[in-house]
């Protein structure tokens, strides 16, 4: 059973009609009374009497008798009248939470922007007092609203450093980006973002402080991904299969060890074991590169660590890097060269995806800044466009949002190398749109669309953007499409599912940063 304390925290602090549950008690610690007396004291309606009082019976806080003439009365429990101090500190709590009311007056404003955001909301006072906190903030933290509002909490790690951040705060200090480990009341540990800042009342006066945090966990594990594959990579290299060759510069005759000649795409005994051979299979954009990096070696001694591709006899290109030595006479004359080859395809493919990855991870961040800092909607969703495509593996971004006034989605942000029609189309599909953002309407989800040569046949919004691939990721808000971000790649690149949680976790930064900014001009 809940103690009193937590039982009154909850009745008051916690749900709706905390100030008529507060007259209610003060009334009957004085004398018994009856509905209608009651009602007429509270100057309320008989039926929302009628639920108070039934509220409080329920949770062991009055007790119900028959009296003569009077009908059904009610009066305290010892147990409440026993605890009237309790009240009154719970009511000095109700008093001072009334004074954020002016922040959190919009029922449609929590309800909407509180509680649908994956973010976990808390409002403390200046006794870090806790009055407010949404579903999510439940969930990250395990925390349960009926045992927790009203008392003091501690939601950074240390006190110390919560007494410190609240300081900063109160001094005009920004903090938006705070990346610490809470722990949730289970044990595990959770990488969450925290953002604080002050709630003043009208007179400026600092009444109290909200706090976000942000789940980080998804970000957390890429970066820890990327990490441990740059280990894996430098073990790789360790014990990658090197090959090795032997070049009689004299006679031209070339060797290769066993391992080279898979390497290079050929069975088996099938190389034809020359220079000239050798340069057939270098790719005609590098084969000069590499004639000069030899002749270098052999003329002037530099040293021969190259880089190159080589095409394979059925057209795939390959990278390889190759390191070499000149053997000379007692003359000074060239007369071999040797050398190890290793096949660096794939390395060099997740060095690229290390690269991507970070500068994906990096214009996170960079939109997570800009959306605390921007007021101008469409210069938010530019910027952001503009960010993503400066991560260099994108063909194109494209951010439609809905408008409000008209009812339709229409393109706000777009960044990239091909020109886009202006169009515009209902949420139930009416008006002029690319096939893939009507098939997005339909669903409802996001969507991938591997080969839009066939997808987007005859349609003319993609008619100058050639074959390639797209991902549509809904922007949804209360289980609603309120815009769609568009990002289309060349066919060479690889989509992956931690590039689609990151792409995904921009799209909801965006749509939060949507209904911040409408709530805050409709303010």
């Known amino acids: 059973m809940s103690s009193i304390k937590q039982t009154l925290s909850y009745l008051i602090l916690g749900q709706k009609g905390g100030q008529n549950r507060i007259q209610i008690i003060k009334l009957l610690n004085n004398r018994p009374y009856n509905l209608n007396q ?7 309606n008989y039926r929302t009497v009628k639920h108070h009082i039934t509220v409080l019976i329920k949770n062991e806080l009055l007790n119900t008798s028959q009296t003569g003439g009077y009908g059904e009365v009610y009066f305290l429990t010892p147990e409440m009248e026993g605890n009237m101090e309790i009240l009154e500190n719970i009511i000095l709590k109700f008093e001072k939470s009334k004074q954020l009311s002016d922040f959190t007056s919009s029922p449609k404003f929590f309800q909407n922007v509180m509680e649908q955001t994956n973010d976990a909301v808390m409002i403390i006072n200046n006794q870090s007092e806790l009055f407010f906190l949404n579903k999510s903030a439940e969930k990250i933290y395990g925390l349960n609203k009926e045992d927790i509002l009203g008392d003091v909490i501690q939601i950074f790690p240390d006190q ?13 200090e920004q903090i938006t980006s705070f990346e610490t480990k809470i722990k949730h009341k289970s044990g595990k540990q959770i990488d969450v973002n925290l953002t604080m800042d002050c709630i003043r009342d009208d007179k400026g006066k600092i009444i109290g402080f909200s706090i976000l945090s942000r789940d980080i966990t998804k970000r ?6 990327l990490k441990l594959s740059e280990e894996r990579y430098a073990l790789a290299q360790k014990v990658a299969n090197i090959g090795s060759w032997d070049w009689n510069i004299l006679t031209g005759e070339l060797h290769w060890s066993e391992q080279i000649e898979p390497m290079f795409g050929f069975s088996q005994g099938k190389f034809g074991r020359t220079y000239e051979a050798f340069l057939d299979c270098v790719h005609p954009e590098d084969r000069q590169y590499v004639i000069d990096c030899v002749n270098a070696c052999i003329e002037d001694s530099k040293e021969y660590d190259i880089e190159h591709r080589i095409f394979w006899p059925d057209g795939t290109i390959r990278i390889v890097s190759e390191t070499g030595d000149v053997f000379r006479d007692e003359n000074g004359k060239a007369r071999r060269m040797v050398g190890i080859v290793m096949d660096i395809t794939e390395r060099k493919k997740v060095e690229e995806r290390i690269i991507f990855l970070n500068n994906l991870l990096t214009a996170i961040k960079d939109i997570t800044q800009l959306i605390s800092r921007e007021s101008s909607l469409k210069t938010l969703i530019q910027k952001s466009c503009d960010m993503l495509i400066g991560t260099r593996e994108y063909m194109d971004i494209s951010i439609a949002l809905l408008d409000n006034k008209s009812g339709t989605i229409v393109s706000v942000g777009h960044s990239g190398k091909h020109e886009r029609k202006p169009w515009e189309i209902t949420l139930d599909g009416k008006g002029e749109a690319p096939k893939c953002i009507k098939s997005i309407l339909n669903s409802g989800s996001k969507q991938i669309i591997e080969n839009t040569e066939k ?3 005859g349609c003319t919004y993609c008619e100058h953007s050639g074959t390639h691939q797209s991902l549509l990721i809904p922007m949804l ?5 309120v815009g769609i971000m568009m990002v289309c790649f060349e066919l060479k690149h690889e989509i992956r599912e931690e590039e689609i949680d990151l792409l995904e976790e921009i799209a909801r930064n965006l749509t939060y940063a949507r209904a911040k900014i409408i709530a805050e001009d409709d303010l």
């Open 220 to 225: 957390k594990r890429a970066e820890e991904s």
């Open 455 to 457: 997808f987007c046949e």
């Open 38 to 44: 009651l009602a007429e004291k509270l100057n309320l």
């Open 477 to 481: 808000y209360q289980k609603s499409v």
């Open 160 to 172: 110390a450093i919560q007494d410190d951040m609240i300081k900063r705060v109160a001094n005009g």
